[in-house]
């Protein structure tokens, strides 16, 4: 008996549309939609199919609890192998359906399929061993997708190692990243090797490519700064003394803001540095030392900008994963755009 | 925005536009060996110096 | 002449000769005795030796074999059991008394034992945050075995608690020279049955026209709990250095960094692969000059900038024409790092850069923190940042839970999903394990 667990958006689950994308999580016993489908191909091999719905919202609001409830489906169902979609061009879906797989395989070590079109933003979340096949860009590749994740679902049954990666070749999508294996020879022996070569004058490549970062438009300030306010953001995990919040120390997940309206500078004792990645004791001494409030009230004072945010916003960045950065600098831009900010300055360690 | 960090390299790798070196990585906008009205001082010159920066146009990374 | 020769003085050439025990067992017994490759050790003769070093500190004495189901946690710092067997000078100069040069004469070695002092600080509520030591596990078999540093040597393991009469200053300052102290009363048990290997440690004259090279060797010393000792000095705001391979070997450096997956143990500092293939290639491939020591997480720009300068100059002023590079550390240390590597790519030394990557857990992020152009010869370790599953191992030495990296408890002997910066030492374990990163599917 070869259990199958398919996960299925609320417009696939035959829930409802766009209204019903706040759908929770729920568990299905049996197939559903292209479960169906994918079900009577495989008829033959004496499959238990199941099927999780969940409201593309409601995944993305709600991402931790719908993991939990996942999970809680896992544990019950147990299943063999997981699908999931496939989500087309759909972005929510395809977002929702990479996380998914990634999640399983990472915790369940099953086999996890998806699969999406090759412009679906999913595909930057897909971790590594996750099938994703290559699809068209709407459901009218429905059932040419649905023959390739029988056909792979087949070859993994089958423990044919050869066939699935045969299978990956052809009908997965390429999204190269950088992943870690096993080489030939240690560390130091490459390393003398290729600084022989490099001083023989021979041809030789570096093991780790020099990776441009993605660039952004760098905006110039538009009318005067007299007429401008201007907010203090940092990394340096300066928080309230007790850390209400709970910041983390490292890799910061979210991030905060703190009142700053009605204070002249930053006392010693109110406030504390909660950051593994540089030596906080200095800062502690005075915390402007690291969110400089006692000089901008001086430079406000002086009108050399129209105002100070009555804010200021933190997070922790040491050990931090870029793109969750990225995420957690763009809620604070958007709060601070709809705050009339004009200009930032962002310290950092 | 403009951006005070002791690893300006690294934030001019980025992109960053405006790019300040600050003080020292521990406490990039401190001066922790001076008496607290000169330490202050310094850091209304540092901040001036900052929002001169923020007003000062720029295409690509610069470190002021 | 040849580095480390004195000028008309043959006797004066630094040649070190390494006596080398290694074991097949390792057991308790009523004596510290090694039998061919049989090892037994008195617990009553180690509470004697380090009787006066751990006042207020309870000891728990285990033993751990490669192999092994087993899982030791909070693991501080692995020392190699070495002791000099001809001269006055003691390995580890500058613990346990007046330091002495090291580097000559004759040192015994128990190439595959390594002593283990873990355990965790008594008041960790005052330390700040960047001084917690960080968890770091080894496991003697399975999947965290090629990520863990140790996991194919033998251990005895001291795992050390301390009451809250002793300070965290206190607790570090007293655990290195219990660790050590155990170390060279282990190489020094009486030796019974079996030849030992013998090995010569020296910088010969070569061929000229062999290609000159230096180890660029980057040590973290930064704050208490995350330095290390040269001759039992913090070299935290030093010049960069030469330093003969040969004094490596002896314990001239010592480990007090805490950083556990990115730090360079006191074992590995004596018994270092890089050290030992670059000799090995000497005369052969090419000319090894030795070693420059330098010092990254300096406080600035500036002084980062500086400090790969006076690299490049010193490797320069030694005739370098090459240069392999390596660091402890990650994140802020990797701009010294770099503008070291670039330093030396300008003064024309060629130089390749051994360094982990952090390509995120989906393998999507930018491998490094800082990658200048001239840093074009890398060699990968891996990607640090994957996730893996971390199966339970039978038994667990040192702790009944582990910390993750203060986000979390876990009990170990639960299975759990983490990085392999849980792993004592993993990212040098990682290269030498033969780990890179690639661009894959």
Known sequence: MVKVLHYLNQFFAGIGGEEKAGQELLFIPGPVGAGAVIENELKGHGVEYATIACGDNYF???????????????????????????????????????????????????????????????????????????????????????????????????????????????????????????????????????????????????????????????????????????????????????????????????????????????????FEAMHTGYDTSTVDQDPDRIVPLDAMRVLEKARRFKKLHDYYFVTTGTGAMPSKMEEIGAGIAEELASSGIGAVILTAT | MVLITCLSNVAAQVGIGRIMGGSKFHYPVGQPELPPEEELRWRVGLMEKGLTALETPVQEPKIF | MGIGCSLGKEDHRMELELVDYS???????????????????????????????????????????????????????????????????????????????????????????????????PHPELMTPIEKPREGIIDMAGVGAPYSYGSDYFHLVLSLTADSSVS?????????????????????????????????????????????????????????????????????????????????????????????????????????????????????????????????????????????????????????????????????GTVDFMQTVKACEDEGIKTVAVLHESNGPKGYERPLVDHPNEADSMISRGNVSEKIYIPPLATVIGGADIDLHLKATHDPRLPFLFDPTIFFGSYGKMGSSGFRAVYQN
Request: net charge positive; charged share 25%; glycine share 8%.
């Open chain 3, 23 to 121: 074991l097949e067992e390792l057991r308790w017994g009523e004596r510290t005795a090694l039998n061919r490759k049989s090892l037994s050790i008195s617990v009553t003769d180690l509470a004697k030796q380090i009787e006066e070093l751990s006042r207020g500190i309870c000891i728990d004495y285990r033993l751990a074999r490669p192999g092994e189901s087993t899982r030791i946690v909070h693991v501080l710092d692995t020392v190699l059991p070495i002791a000099k067997s001809t001269g006055s000078s003691l390995t580890f100069p500058g613990f346990d008394g007046p330091a002495e040069l090291v580097g000559t004469g004759r040192t015994t070695r128990i190439t595959n034992l390594l002593v283990t002092v873990a355990g965790r600080f």
């Open chain 1, 60 to 270: 993305h609001e709600e991402e931790e609890k719908a993991i939990r409830a996942m999970g809680a489906a896992l544990e019950q169902f147990q299943p063999d192998v997981f699908l999931a979609g496939p989500a087309f061009n759909a972005g929510r879906y395809g977002l929702a359906c990479a996380k998914v797989c990634s999640w399983v395989r990472d915790n369940w070590r099953i086999p996890a399929i998806t699969g999406m079109h090759e412009d679906n933003p999913g595909t930057k979340e897909v971790g590594r061993h996750v099938f994703v096949i290559q699809t068209g860009a709407s459901a009218a590749a429905m059932r040419e997708s649905l023959k390739r994740y029988t056909l792979l679902v087949e070859r993994l049954l089958a423990g044919n190692e050869t066939a699935v990666e045969n299978f990956r070749a052809e009908h997965c999508l390429s999204i190269p990243r950088r992943f870690t294996v096993r080489s030939g020879a240690p560390d130091y022996v490459r390393a003398v090797n290729l600084l022989l070569t490099k001083l023989n004058g021979q041809p030789y490549e570096s093991e780790i490519p020099r990776v441009e970062a993605k660039r952004h438009p760098i905006p110039n300030l538009t009318g005067s700064l007299t007429d401008a306010t201007v907010a203090l953001v940092t990394e340096g995990g300066l928080v309230p003394k007790g850390n209400p919040d709970r910041l983390e120390s490292s890799r910061g997940s979210r991030y905060f803001k703190y009142l700053l309206n009605g204070r002249e500078d930053l006392r010693r004792g109110e």
């Open chain 3, 168 to 332: 965290n200053a206190s607790f570090d300052q007293s655990l290195r020279p219990i660790a050590l102290r155990c170390a060279r009363f282990l190489a020094q048990a009486e030796k019974t049955g079996g030849e030992p290997e013998r090995n010569t440690v020296a910088l010969n004259q070569v061929e000229e026209r062999l290609p000159k090279v230096v180890l660029l060797y980057q040590v973290q010393s930064q704050l208490a709990c995350a330095r290390t000792f040269y001759y039992g000095e913090e070299v935290s705001r030093t010049l960069p250095t030469f330093v003969h391979p040969a004094e490596f070997f002896d314990g001239a450096l010592v480990s007090g960094n805490y950083k556990s997956e990115r730090k360079i143990p006191t074992s590995l500092h004596c018994n270092n692969p890089f050290i030992a293939e670059l000799l090995e290639r000497h005369g052969k491939a090419m000319n090894f000059l030795g070693v420059i020591l330098s010092r990254g997480y300096n406080d600035s720009f500036e002084q980062k900038r500086k400090m790969g300068l006076w690299v490049a100059r010193l490797a320069r002023n030694l005739g370098a024409d090459g240069a392999v590079a390596l660091m402890e550390g990650t994140g802020n």
